[in-house]
């Protein structure tokens, strides 16, 4: 019944590790989304796909690559951790891109740690 | 600085107190949706906004776009336990087709 699931939920790794996180969504949805969320509760955007195609790309560093092999996937790989990587990763869906944007329903968000 | 604002950005309530949580930009907002998280979960979608003077309500909770849409408020009448959590504010600032989101407000409701 998940709408937006990830998987993990929890991530301990160390620095200098390759990581990925992974989001699917059963809604039937477009667009999907990966957030950012830091220990200051700061949410920020980091990309966006509609129909496996990348739109939004907010100056994330290239270790970052997000990747989308189908509308209801879209997974995110990290090489190279880093401590400022630590944060809480939500990913998210809507039905369209347009403006305003339709309503986004997140996931449970996966909380990266990198000791 | 931040392109929205929310203020306060901790609250604490008795349980049954009415309370407000504000949410502004010095420009348009195409677009106001108002989010709840739970501590440790993620976000649970509450109201969107879109026209000027907009209002919606949903049980004990009341959102408000103004005029000049550029400010939000969210009120919550006789305030419960279940409501305590943080709320984020997010908007759509230039058109982009992307949401850009407040710092929060952490509600915590004494019993």
């Known amino acids: 019944d998940t709408a937006v699931s990830q998987t993990p939920k929890y991530l301990v790794t160390q620095m200098g590790n390759d990581k990925s996180i992974k989001c699917e969504q059963n809604?039937?949805?477009?667009?999907m989304y990966w957030y950012k969320q830091d220990s200051k509760k700061f949410l920020k955007i980091m990309f966006s796909y509609n129909n496996k195609e990348l739109i939004i790309n907010e100056t994330v560093p290239n270790r970052f690559s997000p990747k989308s092999p189908d509308k209801a996937h879209l997974n995110l790989h990290i090489n190279s951790l880093e401590l400022g990587d630590s944060a809480v990763y939500f990913c998210?869906?809507?039905?369209?891109?347009?403006?305003?944007?339709?309503?986004?329903?997140f996931g449970p968000g996966t909380r990266l740690t990198v000791l | 600085s931040q392109e929205l604002e929310q203020s306060p950005q901790s609250l604490i309530v008795q349980e049954g107190k009415n309370l407000t949580i504000n949410c502004t930009s010095s420009k348009t907002l195409y677009g106001l949706y108002w989010y709840k998280q739970k501590y440790g979960e993620g976000l649970i979608f509450l109201m969107m906004l879109q026209k000027g003077g907009e209002e919606k309500s949903h049980e004990k909770i009341t959102a408000k776009l103004d005029e000049k849409k550029q400010q939000s408020s969210l009120h919550i009448t006789a305030s419960q336990p279940s409501h305590a959590g943080i709320y984020l504010c997010?908007?759509?600032?230039?058109?982009?087709?992307?949401?850009?989101f407040g710092q929060g407000t952490r509600l915590t409701i004494n019993p």
């Open positions: 997010g908007a759509d600032i230039r058109g982009a087709q992307k949401l850009v």
């Open positions: 809604l039937g949805h477009d667009t």
């Open positions: 998210a869906s809507s039905p369209s891109m347009r403006s305003p944007p339709d309503t986004q329903y």
